[in-house]
């Protein structure tokens, strides 16, 4: 026996271990289970669900006969304070709330609560509408329409959306359970699209969001904003929500075609740069200097007598017009823009007038008859301090005296304060589409209640306000209001401040009095000097013919309409000088 051989035979045999068949079996199971389980779980997990939800979800309605409103596409709801709906269905007709239309569609409807009148005008007529009745005024005109047209609701008043289509270029379409109204605006542009095949749109995006709508092949959706694999679609049915970006046909883009006529706003121009002239005038007798105040105001092509003023809170108005006068302007070739106040008369409230269709009514006709009786050129308003709850009331006003103007080929001009937060109400874009002239009143930065001393109108200030004023009106409207005068400043030792108005001359003879010397200041523009009396310091920022000329390049550098010049009484020769180079 060999030695490998004897190797072999003593190694001992291990002895083998098998798993029971039982337990390979109940492995496999478990294996098998688990994959189920994590088969069902991806299952559920991806799988889309097909739980539907109400549309009552997505559109809060909280109102009695309320009904939703969706604007180019995008739901507007009314915020928590808001005590009304946006829309309301009555006798199953679709009414806007008056709120909504102003902030969203159209600024145009000024309503009156005291005489629940409801008014807009186009570009050439005057509409009129009261509340609880389907008649209607255009101009003077009678029409009907099957509804009524203003009906009231809580705290507010809502005007029939077929009305509203008349003035404002809209479009919209109704959809019931529940109400809501698609409302579209004449160039909205919008993606249109279709869907190609079954699909749905759901709350949110993502395949377990509950279902809106089960959409049908070819279904035409507007796509508004793409987020990814999903976008967010509004339907043809008023269903709004998300639908998968693979379910949607390529699209492009429409815009929502204008149903109404163009406005277009005329103006009258002078043909010729303005030189417009203030002249205050506060008895009818002072008419008669009118000769000698045109032979010594140098270049004036236009004058603005300070001839009306408002009477009483129905829409009177005093009046010292005189023919003479005109007849010596017109003789001259200057024209006569009558001028009309809010300030003389402390007892009559200027929103009261403004505001109540009937008392704007009276102002208007009164204003027109006195320029066609006197053969006034025009008609310049000076309503200044207006109150915020006047700035409808004031803007219709000149609407519907434009309007009356232009028939009788009467210019309109308006005078604005530099623009600032607290004149926002004065709306000036809104003006520049109906008068024909829109004067920026450029001084007073500081004034007889200023709580600092300052320039009446520092040239810095003033190409700022024509800056701002420009961003409304066009340059070929705009006209540039300049002092005549200036401020003295007393400022006490106890910080007291006051101020006395002085003309260019007598500002002059002032300085000389007092022995005061001056020099330019840059940044006003102005020449300035000061002094000490008594414990008393005196300022003042001079307006003479350098500063007055500053003015001037601005208005011919931005090139504006031309100039006028606040007032007859503070000018001298020198000023009428520097005018003649650039007027």
Excluded at 141 to 148: F, G, I, Y
């Amino acid at each position: 026996m060999s030695y490998r051989h004897n190797t072999h035979y003593n190694r001992k045999r291990k002895k083998r271990y098998r798993v029971p068949r039982g337990y390979i079996y109940i492995a496999a199971l478990l294996i098998i289970l688990a994959a189920f389980i994590v088969g069902i779980y991806a299952i559920k997990k991806y799988t889309p669900t097909k739980e539907h939800a109400p549309l009552t979800d997505v559109f809060v309605l909280t109102h009695d006969n309320q009904a939703a409103v969706v604007l180019n596409s995008e739901y507007i709801e009314p915020t928590e304070d808001v005590a009304h709906g946006y829309a309301m269905i009555d006798s199953g007709k679709v009414y806007l709330e008056l709120g909504f239309v102003k902030d969203y569609l159209d600024d145009g409807y000024v309503y009156d609560p005291t005489e629940i009148t409801l008014r807009y005008a186009t570009d050439t007529e005057i509409y009129t509408a009261n509340l609880g009745s389907n008649a209607y005024l255009i101009d003077k005109s009678n029409n009907t329409m099957d509804n009524n047209i203003v009906i009231a609701g809580d705290d507010t008043v809502f005007i029939l959306a077929d009305y509203v289509k008349l003035l404002t270029d809209i479009q919209y379409e109704y959809f019931e359970s529940p109400d809501r109204v698609f409302i579209e605006k004449a160039g909205y542009a919008k993606q249109t699209a279709k869907a190609k095949g079954k699909t749905q749109i759901r709350i949110l995006n993502g395949p377990k969001s509950p279902i809106l709508e089960d959409v049908e092949k070819g279904e035409a959706i507007t796509v508004v904003r793409d987020t990814g694999k999903w976008s967010f679609v509004v339907s043809e049915k008023g269903v709004m929500g998300y639908m998968k970006n693979n379910k949607i046909a390529a699209g492009k883009e429409e815009k929502v075609k204008a149903t109404l006529p163009e406005r277009t706003y005329n103006h009258i121009s002078t043909g010729k740069e303005i030189s417009l002239l203030w002249h205050q005038v506060t008895a009818q007798a002072a008419n008669a200097d009118i000769a000698t105040v045109l032979a010594d105001s140098g270049k004036v092509n236009v004058i603005s007598p300070t001839w009306f003023h408002l009477s009483d809170n129905k829409g009177g108005i005093a009046s010292i017009a005189s023919s003479s006068y005109v007849s010596t302007c017109h003789a001259a070739g200057v024209q006569v823009w009558g001028l009309i106040s809010n300030l003389e008369d402390e007892s009559v409230d200027t929103a009261t007038v403004l505001n109540t269709t009937s008392s704007r009514d009276s102002l208007v006709n009164n204003l027109i008859a006195q320029a066609i009786t006197y053969g006034l050129d025009g008609i310049n308003i000076d309503i200044e301090q207006l109150p915020g709850a006047a700035s409808d009331g004031f803007i219709q006003f000149v609407k519907e005296l434009s309007i009356k103007c232009e028939k009788n080929d009467i210019i309109l001009s308006v005078d604005n304060y530099v623009p600032t937060a607290s004149s926002a109400g004065y709306n000036r874009k809104e003006q520049a589409k109906y008068a024909d002239y829109v004067i920026i009143m450029g001084y007073d930065e500081h004034y007889s209640g200023s709580e600092e001393a300052g320039s009446v109108a520092s040239i810095g200030w003033v190409e700022q306000g024509v800056k701002d004023t420009l961003e409304e009106v066009p340059a070929e409207q705009v006209v540039l209001g300049m002092p005549f005068y200036c401020r003295v400043w007393n400022i006490a030792e106890d910080g007291s401040i006051s101020s006395k108005a002085y003309g260019m001359d007598a500002v002059q003879t002032y300085l000389n009095t007092n022995g005061v010397s001056t020099a330019w200041d840059d940044a006003s523009g102005q020449y300035y000097g000061e002094y000490v009396k008594d414990g008393t310091t005196y300022k003042v920022w001079v307006e003479d013919e350098a500063s007055l000329e500053e003015k001037l390049k601005v208005m011919d550098n931005y090139g504006l309409a031309g100039g006028a010049f606040w007032k007859k009484g503070f000018d001298n020769t020198g000023a009428w000088n520097v005018i003649a180079k650039y007027l």
